[in-house]
Nanobody, 124 residues
């Protein structure tokens, strides 16, 4: 199994910056796609950004130019650097990973995991 621990959320003023981190731990796995989603009150959970194991990124249009996603494979950590934050960025941000799970004697399994969520609040 894979456990995800997020950090870095908080309260900032409009135009401020935050960096979210999500570290994976466990045994017998590798990380394929890592990403961030967010869910504002009363709304669906939406994709913010993803980064593949080869470094390719996918960024939502609403945050393009303001948010940057990166990963450190040695630390099994994905980061979301957010600058020029706006009130509409207020949401719970969730880390998401697609992992390959290796079990001796069994086929590799591809499993999706979610973090517990971290609150980002941008005041106007």
């Amino acid at each position: 199994q894979v456990q995800l621990v997020e950090s870095g959320g908080g309260l900032v003023q409009t135009g401020g910056s935050l960096r979210l981190s999500c570290t994976a731990s466990g045994n017998g796995f590798s990380l394929n796609i890592q990403g961030w989603y967010r869910q504002a009150p009363g709304k669906e959970r939406d994709l913010v950004a993803t980064v593949a194991s080869d470094g390719r990124t996918n960024i939502a249009e609403s945050v393009k130019g303001r948010f940057t996603i990166s990963r450190d494979n040695t630390k099994k950590t994905v980061y979301l650097q957010m600058v020029d934050l706006q009130p509409e960025d207020t949401a719970v941000y969730y880390c998401n990973v697609l992992a390959s799970i290796f079990t001796p004697g069994r086929p590799t399994r591809f499993t999706e995991y979610w973090g517990q969520g971290t609150q980002v609040t941008v005041s106007s």
